[in-house]
């Protein structure tokens, strides 16, 4: 992610849409961080298939025949394979053609809005305020948050307060 642009696409509206999107899902997004066992049962109750292969990407999202998948890179662990799962979730959350099939790619070309929104989406989840509230940056660094991550966190508390 890039600290530095991740919100210049994501203006008060988008915030709105996306928050209006989330907070119905009932899944304690932003308020404690989100786990392994908390995506796989958003997409189970989703109707989300997650499928684990190697992949040259961290993963991507893709919708065929009116159903959803999330593949993600089999040979990522911890912080960075949850980034990518939420990430993807994101994409399947907010950017669902109506009809016809899609895919987004996970680190693939420039960075667009709908990029920048599931980068947003990934790191609430995993950073959720309470942390940024209780805890030092040298303690979230400490416990496994990348300064990059811990940057563009920041960023979203301190630009939109969430």
Known sequence: MDGAILLQECNVSHMRFLLDKIEPLKIAWNQRPLDEADFQRICRRLHITVQEMPLRVGGFYYRLRGRDYIAVDSRLSGTAK???????????????PESGATANFHGVGRKNRQEHEADLFAVCAL????????????????EGISPEMLADRLKIFNDHGI
């Open 127 to 142: 950073i959720p305020r309470a942390m940024l509230e209780d805890r030092s940056t040298s303690d979230l660094i400490d």
């Open 82 to 96: 949850l980034l990518v799962q939420f990430h993807e979730l994101a994409h399947c959350l907010f950017h669902t």
